[in-house]
């Protein structure tokens, strides 16, 4: 059995987040490892709102469209406020890592509930706190966890054709 791991891609924008998911999945990776995770509060905006229609969420705003898009293919979505970070919107498995933190009252080692997640997912803490400080300057993540050896594929994928600051393995 092949231990876990994770990819964690780093983009300036939603469009090029948006843009290596498009390519992950048509590379034929399973949609459902899939987590995307940005901050999506913007002080010029008249409003912001999130809310569930049945088994979908809906979203306004100036990247409403993009979450609206993510949210129809990736399993989950939620909407945190994570102090020292902000507002956050998350589309795939991470919020189910997420909300298990939560309702566990897991916190590991003093870090957030979205730490908590991503540390399940085996990252470890010092990168949790690098991938927090890029979400709080506005940066995506979209994250693949599979086996190492697809893990290693999603990464070599993201670094050779999309618009990323950084990819890392994990």
Known sequence: METPNTCVATYKTHHAADDAVKHLQKAGFEINKISVIGNDYHTEEHA?????????????????????????VLLGAAFFVIPGVGPLVVAGPLVAAIVGGLEGAVVVGGLSALGAGLVSLGIPKD???????????????????????????AAASLMESTDHQQVETH
């Open 48 to 72: 912001v709102g999130y809310y569930n229609t049945g088994d979908r969420m809906k979203a306004w705003g100036k990247l409403g469209a993009f979450w609206g898009g993510l949210w129809g």
């Open 127 to 153: 990168s949790v706190v690098r991938y927090e400080e890029s979400l709080a300057a506005g940066s995506f993540l979209v994250l693949y966890s599979g086996s190492e050896k697809d893990v290693a594929s």
